[in-house]
């Protein structure tokens, strides 16, 4: 299979929008810590929020939250879950914002589908373009170096470049295939360097590169 596009990605989270919503229900504990950081009501872009566990805890911590996703079945799940924030249906590499709209804003898993370097880049200057000076972004990708066998199985080779992936969803008796640039150590700092952030903080959780990117005051 060659290197999907941006729709593409987006169509196979429809496919199994209800199913990947039952499987993810639990939130990440940086973004947890990451809501309790932030300033009281502090407005947050939740990017690729998903079917909204992420979203649920800015709000439950009194944050304004405005999520954004490509795919149309997740936005109708998360709109049901956390009828008290703002979504909208939109696109990583220009996102429906003007500039310096957000204190805060969370890219959690959603950096890695995007298929080519160009793309990466153009959505981490996305982010920190909506950033205020001093706000603050945090942003997760999947390891090269994946230690869980569940993340592991059944993927193969998307393209000429071996961290490029197609990652199977088996739901129904049916494959739906997830496509991921697995980053390697230090290629997610780099991206956020030349994307015009600072790393503020950056380290390894379990299968995946953590980072918090700072727009400077």
Known sequence: MSLPTRGDVARA?????????????????????????LPPRAIVADLGCGSGRHARVFAAEGHR????????????????????????????????????RFPAAVAVATIHHLPSERERLTAMREIARVLRPGGRALVT??????????KRRGSRPAGADP????????????????????????????????????????????DNYVAVAERDG
């Open 13 to 37: 989270y429809d496919a199994i929008a209800a199913e990947y919503d039952r499987s993810r229900d639990r939130p990440w504990p940086e973004v947890v810590e990451f809501a309790k950081s």
């Open 65 to 100: 939250v405005v999520g954004l996703d490509a795919s149309a079945g997740l936005l109708e799940i998360v709109r049901r879950k956390v009828p008290q924030a703002a979504f909208v249906r939109g696109d990583l590499c220009g996102l429906p914002f003007r500039d310096s």
């Open 141 to 150: 990708v999947w390891s090269l170096r994946q230690g869980s066998e569940e």
């Open 163 to 206: 961290r490029d992936v197609w990652v199977p969803w088996r739901a129904g008796g049916e494959e739906v295939q997830r496509f991921y640039h697995l980053f390697e150590d230090g290629e997610l700092p780099a991206l956020i360097l030349a994307a015009g952030l600072r790393v503020a903080k950056y380290f390894r959780s379990a």
